[in-house]
């Protein structure tokens, strides 16, 4: 098969022919039609995860169509149309054994602990707990931006955040996590205030479902700013951007017993968030983490997706090939403008 190699922390990845997957009794091997390329996976080539050993191929937001099914996978055939978690469990953990595989204490992730969909091919051991079918209706370039930004914002709005219609979420970060926090809260029926330094991310947060806009380079001071938009906070505040800055001040965007939720990832060389601690206790503050999403959890999401107005569409920005993603993985090294959507690479 071809895939996008890199053989060092940082070096030039290239596009070779490389062995094809072998299938495991318990796993499948899904031919990628699309993937979707993530900061995570600029992190995992520049040697930020733990996990990856190179050479290695990154990738972790994909869908396609099973090619090899394992003698002991039950419920799954060849050309069935798939996606997984980004996050892949164990099945036997307590975890995974109390549903919440999303983290499993022996998980796995394609792009990170093993060979990614960076590639034609990509295996998944244990089909039967992390496989997930696409319903028909949705294309599959469309499931390809589900798979890390849209899963974990999702959990962080519904789940974590308990977002309900009416109450106010302030979304720090208007990238590709960022704005899918913005639909996700807007479809539930919360009243959203978006807050970036791009204007043209923030008009893209606006025509998406943002009541209220604020521009950090105009308000320096955002919390303050989302508190005298929300009458004394935001019930629910997310950090979708992953700096100290934008945790604290989505902490400080809160009114007395909100809820903070940080989606976006905190690499160490950023340095540690002032977490205001004296603030959590006395005006008792919930501050949580999320970290994707388990595969029993996405029928519900695709529901959400099939069955109301959100535009999947809208998320994308570009669409490439899998020759294109060196260039798009490289390039990612500067800024990423923070309306330039999901990038999609188109394989198969």
């Not at 050993?53 to 396609?64: K, R, S």
């Amino acid at each position: 098969m071809r895939a996008v190699v890199f053989d060092g922390f940082g070096s030039t990845p290239e596009v070779r022919t490389v062995a094809d997957p072998a299938v495991s009794p318990d796993g499948v091997v899904v031919a990628v039609e699309a993937t979707g390329l993530c900061r995570s996976d600029w992190h995992a080539w520049q040697g930020h995860e733990p996990d990856v050993t190179p050479p290695h191929v990154a990738g972790h937001e994909l869908a396609g169509r099973l090619v090899e099914v394992g003698s002991s996978v039950r419920g799954w055939h060849p050309g069935d149309r798939v996606t997984v978690p980004f996050v892949c469990a164990c099945g036997t953990c307590h975890q995974c054994a109390t549903g919440n595989q999303q983290v499993c204490e022996h998980q796995f992730q394609p792009g990170a602990t093993h060979w990614g969909s960076f590639a034609e091919r990509v295996a998944v051991p244990r089909a039967e707990t992390n496989l997930v079918a696409l319903p028909d209706e949705l294309p599959t370039t469309s499931a390809a931006t589900l798979g890390c930004r849209f899963a974990t914002s999702f959990r962080a709005v519904l789940r974590q955040g308990a977002v309900r219609a009416g109450q106010w979420v302030a979304v720090h970060g208007c990238g590709g996590a960022g704005i899918s926090t913005v639909v996700i809260a807007a479809a539930a029926g919360a009243r959203v205030v978006a807050v970036d330094l791009s204007d043209e991310a923030l008009r893209l947060a606006a025509e998406l479902g943002a009541e209220h806009t604020v521009n950090g380079n105009r308000h320096p001071d955002t919390a303050e700013a989302v508190r005298e938009l929300t009458g004394g906070g935001a019930h629910v505040s997310l950090d979708c951007v992953g700096h100290p800055a934008s945790c604290a001040a989505s902490i400080s965007s809160l009114r007395t017993r909100g809820t903070h939720v940080q989606l976006g990832l905190m690499p160490p060389q950023r340095g540690l968030p002032p977490v205001p601690m004296h603030e959590v206790i006395a005006r008792e503050l919930r501050v949580l983490g999320t970290h994707g999403l388990q595969a029993h959890e996405y029928p519900e999401m695709l529901r959400l997706v099939t069955g109301s107005r959100i535009d999947l569409d809208r998320l994308i920005g570009r669409r490439i090939g899998l020759d294109d993603i060196p260039a798009a993985l490289t390039a990612m090294n500067e800024a990423t403008p923070p309306s330039s959507g999901i990038t999609v690479a188109e394989i198969g």
